[in-house]
């Protein structure tokens, strides 16, 4: 197995040219369609499971005093800033894909389009992820790594295929294009769930800069060397605290709390301590996301894993 890094320290910027924001992709809306069957882990409602007994250990592994922190917004260092997606139709032609990991990957081809968003952009040297969804057939496809070749095929570290209609989780022991072999974009904070629908309706994705080498369902791959008990297996998950107070906040942020009350977030990668993901669009509000780091790992717990 492998241990992968996300890129470190990220600063939002309120203040970014025109012509930036303006060659942002459009990732279209979901229009409220649910991804994943309603019983699928990352739509359970976690709000009143119990406090996971060594809760305490494990988040001040996290950092009590670490402030939660928006991954994703409009643009940094003129690249969209999060992790873009793109919907494509059942009849998007696909290309050949090349995979450095190819013994937990799935195979190509992949409906992957021409122009498809990147993960920090063309230039990027961070993780590259590229997330594409069929949406006639509600497939997802994700890569890490992705890098096109001049033929129109890619080539990757890993990638995974999910059916967004199934529970099914990927065989025991295997990554995806993310550490914990989840998908990626169930966990994404999209503008279209935050502004249009007003409601998440599942939990979100995080990263911790220390794991363990364990992981707990719905996860099903560690990156890790450590086996101390106080550090976080991957697929664990944290939940605000319901006593935290979200009335002082923005309305976007209240929507993005009140997930995090209810649905919770998962530990899906190595990467920075309490970095919370979402995909860039240029109408989100960076100084209102940026709020959200008036949230402390103090205001976590860990709820009971499931089993």
């Excluded at 450095?100 to 992949?110: F, H, V």
């Excluded at 966990?187 to 599942?202: A, S």
């Excluded at 995909?279 to 894993?305: I, Q, T, Y």
Aim: aromatic share 10%.
């Amino acid at each position: 197995m492998y241990v992968r890094t996300l890129k470190l320290g990220v600063t939002t910027v309120t203040v970014f040219s025109a012509v930036a924001l303006m060659a942002m992709p459009s990732h279209g809306t979901l229009n409220g369609k649910p991804v994943f069957p309603a019983n699928n882990p990352w739509n359970r409602d976690i709000s009143q499971l119990p406090v996971a007994a060594n809760s305490a250990a494990l988040i001040a592994s996290i950092g009590l005093n670490k402030p939660l922190h928006p991954d994703f917004g409009t643009v940094y260092n003129g690249a969209p800033m999060g992790i873009p997606y793109v919907l494509v139709p059942g009849n998007q032609k696909r290309v050949p894909v090349s995979f450095e990991y190819a013994d937990e990957s799935d195979p190509g081809p992949y409906p992957i389009p021409p122009d498809a968003p990147i993960e920090g952009g063309q230039n990027s040297d961070g993780d590259r992820h590229v997330l594409v969804i069929d949406k006639d057939n509600w497939m997802l496809y994700e890569m890490w790594n992705s890098h096109k070749e001049a033929n129109g095929s890619w080539k990757c570290g890993s990638g995974a295929i999910f059916d967004l209609k199934s529970n099914k989780l990927r065989p025991d022991g295997w990554t995806s294009a993310d550490a914990a072999g989840l998908p990626i974009f169930p966990g994404l904070v999209r503008y279209d769930e935050v502004v249009e629908q007003k409601v998440i309706t599942h939990a979100l994705r995080f990263t911790i800069v220390h794991s363990r080498r364990a992981y707990v369902p719905p996860a099903r791959h560690f990156a890790s060397r450590s086996n101390d008990p106080n550090l976080p297996p991957m697929g664990m998950r944290v939940r605000l605290k319901s006593s935290f107070n979200i009335a002082s906040f923005p309305a976007a942020d209240r929507v993005i709390l009140t997930a995090l009350k209810r649905y919770g977030m998962i530990v899906a990668d190595n990467g920075s301590d309490w970095f919370l993901s979402g995909a860039p669009d240029p109408r989100w509000n960076d100084d209102e996301l940026n709020l959200l780091k008036r949230v402390h790992g103090s205001d976590f717990e860990v709820v009971e894993a499931e089993h």
